[in-house]
């Protein structure tokens, strides 16, 4: 059964930096797409970033480029989203996903997903 483990998140300053890992367990993710979404009060979860298991591809939001990298540390079987410049709009909560698929753009959401991890900028 795959599971998928947030952790990292917390309270910031605006400008600050973050560093979210997501323990994947339960399969061999070698062919998979790992993925960053996240959810805001009151809006839709929206997707953060995407990079394959295998490595290659990134694939990251508008919003977030140049601040936010995302890395796989295969010895560790984890997946880690670097978030730098924070800014008070980032404050959601955090999940971790991961499909068979590759990333193909704005409909695609992946089948396992995370519990969440909250991430909070402060102005």
């Known amino acids: 059964q795959v599971q998928l483990i947030e952790s990292g998140g917390g309270l910031v300053q605006a400008g600050g930096s973050l560093r979210l890992s997501c323990a994947a367990s339960g399969r061999t993710f070698n062919s998979y797409t790992m993925a960053w979404f996240r959810q805001a009060p009151g809006k839709e979860r929206e997707f953060v970033a995407a990079i394959k298991w295998s490595g290659g591809s990134t694939y990251y939001a508008d919003s977030v480029k140049g601040r936010f990298t995302n890395s796989r540390d295969n010895g560790k079987n984890t997946v880690d989203l670097q978030m730098n410049s924070l800014k008070p709009e980032d404050t959601a909560v955090y999940h971790c996903?991961?499909?068979?698929?590759?990333?193909?753009?704005?409909?695609?959401?992946?089948?396992?997903w995370g519990q969440g991890t909250q991430v909070t900028v402060s102005s």
């Open positions: 996903g991961a499909d068979p698929r590759s990333y193909y753009g704005r409909s695609w959401y992946p089948r396992y």
